[in-house]
């Protein structure tokens, strides 16, 4: 298996330098940007969905510019699948743990002071938990009609 | 503040006629994210930050996977026009669609004056509950949690639909039971699959 190094400055994958170096510099903003939307999902408008969706826009972002060898490196499908499936199963765990104090989806956590970042008890938990699985989920989704389907041809016929 | 909602509103209208309309699949793929991305300035100025957000990033993720779907298919220009009957018809069902909405719509409490029986509680009393000062946050993973559950439920089967459409192969191999089974097979056709072993 070659060097990532190697394998990042290979010009004939993935679309230009220009788009290539421009991406280095947004990718980090936007991962930052959604694990921030994820994280304050309790305090500032966003939550778990759209932090998730914008995770995995970076995703795809690294898929289109460098090409799909460099992204399933960071995240194949099959640990896309498993993290999707962990992501549900934490979300339904914490809803479960409510009935230690008596019902379903009881929040159960000590409130703590409004407006700090560990506070509103299991709600950044859930947020945490369906950010990872629409990021996983999502990326999944774009993987397989990138990669199994058909229509999108190039991606296809990069290694075959 | 509401003539430029409907200014929006109007914008949308003409933005979604064109992508219906538009020859060419890419330039009705754009038209539909000029009405995704007017939708998210409408929640906006309605007041709805979490959904605003929600809006611009799904439009922007539906956009890069239907752009990168059209760009590279072959045939992308749509050929001939429906006849005269399809017309009709959705001419008359869209007129009764207007009716029946014309009868529904004054049942509904009118524009910006909700009824707020539960909801005037969950506002109320949603910041010293749940600890949230995000209201919406607050609502959807404590009050409603159940909803939410559904819908990760929802999406998680989508995803298994997604895979299980659109990988490449079956995961099992065929063997001669299965040829048995199956029972329509002509010979030479088991003799061909049959051939590599």
Known sequence: ?160 | MEIYLLILLIFMIIGSIIAIEAKSLLSSVISVGVVGFSLSIAFLMLGAPDIAITQVVVEVLILVILIRATITMDNTAIEGGGGTFPFVVSLVFFGLFLVFSFFAVQEIPKFGEPLMRVSERYLRTSAEETGATNVVTGILLDFRGYDTVGEATVLFTAIVGAFGILRRRGRKKKTEEDAEKVGILEDEDIKKDFEGF
């Open chain 1, 1 to 160: 298996m070659p060097d990532i190094d190697e394998e990042i400055r290979d010009t004939s994958k993935g679309m230009t330098s220009i788009v290539k170096t421009v991406v280095r510099f947004a990718l980090g903003i936007i991962v930052i940007f959604g694990a921030y939307i994820v994280l304050y999902g309790h305090l500032t408008p966003g939550g778990g969905f759209a932090g998730g969706v914008i995770l995995a826009c970076g995703y795809i972002v690294l898929t289109l510019a460098f090409g799909r060898q460099i992204a399933l490196r960071k995240m194949n499908n099959k640990a896309a699948s498993i993290l999707d499936t962990s992501g549900v199963l934490a979300f339904l765990a914490i809803g479960l743990l409510g009935y230690t104090g008596g019902y379903f989806f009881l929040n159960f956590l000590g409130r703590g002071k409004m407006f700090d970042l560990v506070s509103a008890g299991t709600i950044p938990l859930c947020n945490i938990a369906i950010g990872l699985k629409v990021t996983a989920s999502l990326f999944a989704i774009f993987l397989a009609l990138s990669i199994f389907g058909r229509f999108i041809s190039s991606l296809v016929d990069e290694d075959e």
